[in-house]
């Protein structure tokens, strides 16, 4: 079978490197490529075509998510589910951010807003939202 070729994007080289490493122990995942910046890294993607590209969204060079909340604390079982959840097409989020989400619902069930809470969110978090629910 196949392996489930990765590009790695972070700019800290501790991170990118321990990623990789663990992604070695795998079996089924490799790591074919990393990259200090969201530049490079786009320069990589179109170079290498990887199945799956595993990029932090606050980088230099690139535009970050400044209005979402990410969690890079993740079990390293989650981070391999996640990355072969999105080989198959599938979303995924991790248990601690959904539980975040969670906790946010039941926070504004409480306090009984009836709006619509797509207005509370920018242009952004819509589009990430909808791109969620499209299974990016």
Do not use: W
Request: with cysteine.
């Amino acid at each position: 079978m196949a392996k489930i070729r990765v590009l790695v994007a972070d700019d800290h080289a501790i991170v990118r490197d321990g990623i990789c490493a663990l992604l070695a122990l795998t079996g089924d995942i490799e790591a074919v490529g990393v990259a200090a910046n969201g530049r490079d890294a786009l320069e990589m993607v179109a170079k290498l075509s990887p199945d799956v590209v595993l990029m932090d969204v606050v980088m230099p060079l690139m535009d970050g998510l400044e209005a979402t909340r990410l969690s890079k604390v993740a079990a390293s079982s989650e981070l391999t589910s996640a990355i072969r959840s999105v080989y198959r097409g599938d979303s995924f989020l991790s248990p601690s951010i959904a539980r975040l989400l969670v906790e946010d619902y039941r926070q504004i069930a409480r306090v009984g807003k009836s709006k619509d809470i797509s207005e509370q969110l920018t242009n952004r978090e819509r589009e990430i939202l909808k791109l969620l629910a499209e299974g990016h």
